[in-house]
């Protein structure tokens, strides 16, 4: 099969090309390689990936419409994966401009590609962030998700609105796929785990924020690309729900969001006891109140992704961890 992944040389990306690389499918990887985080850590994301034969990778804005035509063009893939965005919620505060220009517009020219192409099947990221203020745990694909926290989380539920209406005017399989806080080796360096590994091993202090009374529903990377492969396999069909759980399978479209996760909240005191552990070195911690747009919990119902697939990420954060630590040392301490 011939697949488009947008944001393959970004953290989630790079995971799930070489998983489908590994599967025998054919990968083109566009990334427009921004300085939102160190660009050497895209560039050897991508020059890891462009060991393969079956790989081509593009540097090219998602904004530049031409450009991204003639890659898809050339490339005729048979399934796009949409990943590329301006990452961060917290950055949203700083830089909203960026969302609006990489999400909304970046998305629109995915889905022109997507209609041109008569995609069988179109996935996009989503994110836990579009549950915003609501306070029903565990959260639930069905559950209203209209108060958005951040600007980001807002172009997040923009972007399933968008491709939903794209989904019932052209037909077009699409899946919205809601991450729950994915960590692992190959990291972003804004997320919490990079920072708090880096800043330990550096002897400075860390801070938490809520004053540490907060709680994750952490996804292990090599779960989740597991999860998004066998949903590539489903594309969602009009009037068809799946049996054994309550779907949000749109009504008048083909078209759903699923929730990516564990399954279960980790308290960020033993998430950082897992930090602790793996690296042999106790963490200085600097208490900190609650950052605008964040919320106390996330909290995947999982139910749905169990009904379509038969499959959950397991990965415990202990594992985890660990192998974010390791790879962490071999990357920065030793490269």
Partial sequence: M???ITGAAGFIGFHLAARLLA??????GVDG???YYDVRLKAARFATLDEHEKFSG???MLEDMPGLTAIAMQSHPEVIVHLAAQAGVRYSLENPRAYVDANLVGTFNVMELAKALNIQHLLVASTSSVYGANASIPFKETDRADHPMTLY????KAIEEMTHAYSHLWNIPTTALRFFTVYGPWGRPDMALFKF?????????IDVYNHGKMARDF????DLVEAVTRLMAIPPMRGVPV???VDSLSPVAPWRSVNIGGGHPVDLTAFIEAIEVALGRRADINLMPMQAGDVPMTFADTTLLNALIGYQPTTEITAGVAAFCEWYRLHYERG
């Fill in 2 to 4: 011939r697949i488009l």
């Fill in 23 to 28: 599967d025998g499918h054919e990968v083109v």
């Fill in 33 to 35: 390689l921004t300085p």
């Fill in 58 to 60: 593009v540097s090219v």
């Fill in 153 to 156: 989380a807002a172009t997040k």
């Fill in 197 to 205: 590994v880096k800043a330990i091993l550096g002897d400075d202090p």
């Fill in 219 to 222: 996804t292990y990377i090599d």
């Fill in 243 to 245: 049996a054994g759980a």
